[in-house]
């Protein structure tokens, strides 16, 4: 009985001083989860700092006799409230990330956090049991008293369960790896079966050295929400995803790594763009690697504004395989458009999101001007250059009404944008003798057959006649704007161009221009066609 509970106050002491250690490691993490259990900020910053202190207190207490009882009543105390907080969370539907071992081990709470908790509860309870002044032998004294023979016997046991954990670890994760290695198998083959493009390798930077990857299709759909974070940035602060859209502004999250070059070469240019677009947008960048490393990255730069991830959470829920990429946020919370991957995107996402809705010479647009007239076929004049489209009254930006509307269809009934609230909407502003809106049309038919129910619904806003939009054989509604006034409203100079209208009839997207760009935007990339 005695070695038995000397047994249960060292295994409960290995526990909590691994515990405590590995949060006393990471503060903020401690802190951040403490929060994610609901605590208010206040009380979160004091607990996530007390509770690593207070959990070494209770290893320490538990290996001497004179202390043990007491300690063993601070580990029973202190893992019943574990087992209060994790049983009320995962009632509420919730699984915060229990942060158990700080930098050793975190993972989201769950049915086996609670069954561990309990189990070393159950331990700390037989040492209570044992009353003040039966708590087991004395750790010194009953080791004292071994020979040496029995000291090796020890030392070997030790090794031997050291080795197989080891082994039994390195076995979870092969077969772990093994098992994403099929998953990413039989995604291929499904990808190749249904003539869909396969998933892509991306070269992940994580410091010093890249890593390759397999990711799946990167970037969330447009329309989906944005994942809620909190980070805490550079400056201790932390952010969350509602504080910065409580800015009112677009929102553009750009991933970066202080080790990964391209982002280096692309630093200059975010601290003038965080400058000169302060009031139009709110730039932030979310990292990955040190404190340290970041703030002198940033330093060099002047760069400001950047949050810390810990381990890819927050580029693993935007789906973002690699750094730099870049993702548009509206004041609502919704992904406003696809993932910006690489320097040169980021500059495009960057250009149109500050852009007061200009219009970019684009080579698969068919610009229509103002009055409704002149080119619509993307004809270009006797110098070779596409005419110049007069300046439009002020568009909406993200998040903002989308412009009420009432055309007719083809039946000649009239359909307001108010009848159709509550469908996310993919409005297409489209002319059936433009040759680039031709070249898509087999897409759009191919979208209507394939659409998913996360797809926003296709809405047409056409130039022509019935008949002439009749002819092209689509189910989508379409609506006639023979003056293109509807689409130089929400900021489309040509065809085709598309934005997206929420469920609320709000704009959720930057207007696209051209099919390549449009189809992205709906979610349905572009079939590869054979080259003539």
């Not at 949060?23 to 208010?40: H, I, M, N, W």
């Not at 989906?224 to 009112?248: M, R, W």
């Amino acid at each position: 009985m005695s070695v038995a509970l000397l047994a249960a106050r060292l295994l409960l002491a290995v526990v909590f001083l691994v515990a405590g250690l590995g949060k006393l490691a990471d503060t903020a993490g401690s802190r951040r989860a403490v929060e994610g259990f609901g605590v208010p900020r206040w009380v979160a910053t004091p607990i996530g700092t007390l509770l690593p202190l207070a959990e070494l207190a209770v290893a320490v207490a538990l290996v001497a006799v004179s202390s043990a009882w007491w300690g063993a009543v601070g580990a029973v105390v202190l893992l019943g409230l574990f087992i209060v907080a994790i049983a009320v969370n995962l009632a509420l539907g919730r699984s915060p990330d229990c942060h158990c071992f700080g930098q050793v081990h975190s993972a989201p709470t769950g049915p086996a956090t609670l069954l561990r908790n309990g189990v070393l509860c159950g331990v700390g309870v037989f040492v209570v049991a044992a009353g003040s002044g039966g708590a087991g032998a004395s750790a010194w004294g009953w080791g004292a008293h071994l020979p040496a023979g029995e000291w090796v016997a020890i030392g070997a046991g030790v090794a031997v369960s050291l080795l197989f954990a080891g082994t039994g670890w390195l076995l979870l994760s092969m077969l772990g790896q093994n098992g994403r290695l099929l998953l990413r198998v039989e995604a291929l083959e499904r990808s190749v079966a249904q003539g869909e493009p396969a998933p892509v390798t991306v070269e992940r930077s994580t410091g010093d050295q890249p890593q390759s990857a397999t990711a799946p299709a990167a970037g969330l759909p447009v329309g989906a929400p944005a994942p809620a974070f909190e980070l805490e940035g550079l400056d201790g602060q932390h952010a969350s995803l509602s504080q910065l859209q409580a800015e009112g502004r677009p929102l553009v999250l750009l991933f970066t790594n202080p080790g990964c070059g391209p982002c280096t070469g692309l630093m200059p240019e975010i601290a003038r763009w965080q400058r000169e677009h302060a009031g139009a947008v709110s730039i932030v960048l979310v990292s990955e690697g040190s404190v340290k490393a970041n703030r002198a990255k940033a330093g060099e730069h002047g760069v400001g504004r950047v949050l810390l991830q810990k381990k890819r959470e927050v580029a693993d829920a935007y789906r973002v395989p690699g750094t730099p990429s870049g993702v548009l946020i509206t004041p609502q919370g919704a992904v406003a458009g696809p993932l910006a991957a690489g320097p040169d995107a980021i500059r495009a996402l960057i250009a149109t999101a500050t852009a007061a809705q200009t219009l970019a010479a684009q080579p698969a647009l068919a610009v229509i001007p103002a009055n409704g007239h002149g080119n619509a076929n993307g004809h270009r004049n006797g110098n070779g250059q596409v005419p110049a489209v007069p300046p439009g009254p002020a568009t909406p930006g993200l998040g903002d009404p989308a412009p009420a509307f009432t055309l007719p269809d083809l039946a000649g009934r009239q359909v307001a944008l108010a009848d159709l609230r509550g469908k996310r909407m993919l409005v297409l502003f489209w002319n059936p003798g433009c040759g680039f809106c031709q070249r898509m049309l087999d897409d759009l038919k191919a979208y209507e057959s394939t659409r998913q129910d996360d797809q926003p619904e296709l809405l047409m806003v056409s130039r022509g006649s019935v008949q002439a939009n009749q002819a092209m054989g689509l189910r989508a509604p379409v609506l006639l704007d023979d003056s293109f006034a509807v689409a130089h409203s929400f900021g489309a100079r040509g065809t085709p161009s598309a934005v997206i209208i929420d469920e609320q009839g709000n704009i959720a997207s930057l207007v696209a221009v051209g099919a390549e760009p449009v189809l992205n935007l709906a979610g349905h990339p572009a079939a590869p066609r054979n080259s003539r």
